[in-house]
Nanobody, 125 residues
Framework: QVQLVESGGGLVQAGGSLRLSCVAS????????MAWFRQAPGKEREFVAA???????TYADSVKGRFTISRDNAKNTVYLQMNSLKSEDTAVYSC???????????????????WGQGTQVTVSS
């Protein structure tokens, strides 16, 4: 049974930092493209960042220069380091895993096979 479990969310003041973690189990982690998405109340889910196996790291324009995605294959974990947080970053953040085989370049539109439940990030202004 595949599981993706996020952690690291919380309440932080604007300008602060948080690091999210997503631990995967039940899959061969190094064969999966990994990504982070977020969903704010009343809004659609939006792409944040992706770290594919065989493609470059990609970010949404809204987080470029502030967020960094990374992965540790030995720990089956993907991270999202979030700096200079803004109130508009408030959302539930979820990680996603997609099996190797995607040959497109737009990882915001890629179909992902597995999703985590999410972790709440609240940024106070």
């Amino acid at each position: 049974q595949v599981q993706l479990v996020e952690s690291g969310g919380g309440l932080v003041q604007a300008g602060g930092s948080l690091r999210l973690s997503c631990v995967a189990s039940g899959l061969t982690f190094n064969r999966y493209d990994m990504a982070w998405f977020r969903q704010a109340p009343g809004k659609e889910r939006e792409f944040v960042a992706a770290l594919p196996i065989t493609w470059r790291t990609t970010y949404a324009d809204s987080v470029k220069g502030r967020f960094t995605i990374s992965r540790d294959n030995a720990k089956n974990t993907v991270y999202l380091q979030m700096n200079s947080l803004k109130s508009e970053d408030t959302a539930v953040y979820s990680c996603a895993a997609g099996y190797d085989g995607y040959r497109g370049s737009d990882f915001s539109k890629r179909l992902y096979d597995y999703w985590g439940q999410g972790t709440q990030v609240t940024v106070s202004s």
